[in-house]
């Protein structure tokens, strides 16, 4: 069974600093998706960011970029230029390339919170 | 394009009643999901479908049933609350599971509580 582990329950970042949310995770397969999700106050998930695990390169999207260690089993995010609109919980979460279903295994959140 | 809806968005049930949580997408999607956010747990699945008349459990189904007649709809329902059932629950559908296929579209959850 895969796992995911977010150490961090909280972080804090002033604007427009740069901040990295740590997560790990366990798995015996060998290619796989991971993500970042936002969940802001109002409780909406939102997609961050996606990393297929056979890709070398990290992904970026505009402020949000990863760093994927494969072989550390390590995806942290990293926020650049933080704005008060990040304050947010971030759930890092994986799903496994084979299968019959696309199940999410989610770590339990990194309640981040943006100050001016 | 609604997207993922879920009804209701809050709903209050005594010990032993039954419910049902409704959700639907509009966007032809195959694979639909239900999770249970607790405080301090992540979200954990409880069932999944494939398509229209598969379902099958996921990490947490006891107390809970599923059932998919048609592509849109995925109820998921509660036979006997629990106050151990009070938690957010969220409906979730993707496409496929390759690409950004498997990306998974939520709902904005109900919040369950038992008493």
């Known amino acids: 069974a895969q796992t995911v582990t977010q150490s961090q329950p909280e972080m804090s970042v002033q604007e427009a600093e740069t901040v990295t949310l740590s997560c790990t995770y366990d798995t015996s397969e060998s290619n796989y998706y991971l993500f970042w999700y936002k969940q802001p106050p109002s409780r909406q998930m939102i997609l961050v960011i996606r990393q297929e695990a056979y890709k070398q390169q990290n992904a970026t999207e505009n402020r949000f970029s990863v760093n994927f260690q494969k072989a550390a089993k390590s995806f942290s995010l990293k926020i650049s230029d933080s704005q008060l609109g990040d304050t947010a919980m971030y759930f890092c979460?994986?799903?496994?390339?084979?299968?019959?279903?696309?199940?999410?295994?989610f770590g339990t959140g990194t309640r981040l919170q943006v100050t001016l | 394009n609604a997207g993922v809806t879920q009804t209701p968005k809050f709903q209050v049930l005594k010990t032993g009643q039954s419910m049902t949580l409704q959700c639907a997408q509009d966007m032809n999607h195959e694979y639909m999901s239900w999770y249970r956010q607790d405080p301090g747990m992540g979200l954990r699945l409880i069932h999944y479908s494939v398509g229209a008349g598969i379902t099958d459990q996921g990490e947490v189904p006891n107390g809970y049933n599923v059932s998919r007649s048609t592509t849109e709809d995925f109820p998921l329902r509660l036979l006997s609350a629990a106050p151990s059932q009070t938690s957010v629950y969220f409906c979730?559908?993707?496409?496929?599971?390759?690409?950004?296929?498997?990306?998974?579209?939520f709902g904005p959850g109900t919040r369950l509580t038992v008493l």
């Open positions: 979460a994986f799903t496994g390339y084979t299968g019959t279903a696309s199940k999410l295994t």
């Open positions: 979730a559908s993707s496409r496929g599971l390759r690409g950004s296929y498997n990306e998974q579209f």
